[in-house]
């Protein structure tokens, strides 16, 4: 594993080529964004002329896109799959419902390639900080090649199964877990503004009592502020915690706790603040309950 | 402040009087329950013939009970308001509405003693650590006159304001947090059984990843077990999330997430799960989703 294509150079794609470079792979960027592209090229990777050119020589491709529907495009359409050496790895790190990861890696391996179901959690701050958890699907002989390479994104490391869409699955248990923790301290800081007690006061005691959650800690912080930095967008979890919600109509299992905090989510997105970082869902209360 | 009359020597009550008695206090104390009157004396304290020989010599009551019914027979009915020394102080920690914890203070300030409203966050792991989170209202000089005491049962100790009420509020907003945060990990484990990922897996990835919470970690492992060992009752959350949804009501405050959380609870005490550890609200799920 000494090549690798980095599709999605994002917010959380730029910074993981980049700690892939630090480790000494070889890096070759494809992104729609030309500025992502030079910014991956100044940090020492490869910018390629297309998807084809830049996977032509490489071990592995992955795919750190937005969702599944981009993933298939850079694959399918634009060619990617076709273009990657026999043998080499597609390694899908987007957040993707387990039942389409599985449709994809099918194709894949039709395609005699070898794939990887490997999502990760830990937001731009894993990121960046090269301290993901990385949730990985795939035979024991292919996690072992992929292994440098997640060792050179993540610190917690987990070869969850065999079976492509295991990795999707745990990152969807996962997702409704962040999602709803999300929506619960906005929740619980209407319920403090409106009873008139100082927000600050209650993030301080809640942090460190067994109220506390990582959510409550990193985004409670900026849901005090009116237009906080956006490291994670509303739309994020509008389509993850959609993914658990498919996954548990796919299965027929009821969520309530997880369909409420989408619905606050939703209604954040369709008042027009999608972009905005995704502790502003605290505004879904604020608008629900005249609040603020 | 040297001596101290206890009142509800219960799973959390009885650790806290203890540690009392270990920094030197004398601790008199009170409760119907024989056996743990004759623990609290084992260990130092005095065990008296009712509670108003218990509090007469007494600077502070500590009420520790169930509730604020019981907080309300112990003061009023029972007689220990009326033979508590002039001057010396009541500090309710009990989980109780503020609204309540309010009337009670008023009470108590109008017979010519001091009100503390002071519940605590941690349960009994923290009540044995002496490690509990404690929220106090009160006037400044009473906090500081009552400072010691919770030195010796809490780590964290925040003096939120001076009106009787907000201790109880921003307890109301922790539990919020906490209810939530139990009823949302059996949602996630409900559904990670549902597509067949083992749930220890799951339990260990997300403890370390952005979807840990204090609880996950806490009644995670517990909720794994078919009959754990019980340090919180299911019926604690049904009690603690209908205060969460009574304030809501009372202020006009939409609480959806929390108002799901509570049902669950309410369907397994419903089902005879009352007493069971909190973690089994994971067999509402369970019934619920027929999984197990």
Known sequence: MKKIAFAGLGAMGLPMAKNLLGRGFQVSGIDLNATALAALAEAGGESAPSAAAAVADADALILMVVNAAQAEQILFAGGALAALPAGAVVCLMATCPAGVVADIAERVRAAGRHFVDAPVSGGVAG?????????AACAPAIYQRMLPAFQALGERI?????????GATVKT??????????????????LAAKVGVDLEVILEIMSGSAAASWMLRDRGPRMLQAEPEVTSAVDIFVKD???VLETGRETRCALPIAAI???MFLAASGRGDGRADDSQVIRSYYALNGTR
Chains 1, 2 share one sequence.
Not at 158 to 166: I, K, L, R, S, T
Not at 176 to 183: E, K, T
């Open 173 to 190: 248990v996962n997702q409704l877990l962040c999602g709803v923790h999300i929506a619960v301290v906005a929740e619980a800081f209407a």
């Open 158 to 166: 987990f070869h969850v199964g065999e079976q492509a869409g295991q």
């Open 127 to 135: 990121a960046k900080a090269a301290s993901l958890t990385i949730m």
């Open 241 to 243: 915690l959609g993914i």
């Open 261 to 263: 905090a989408h619905q």
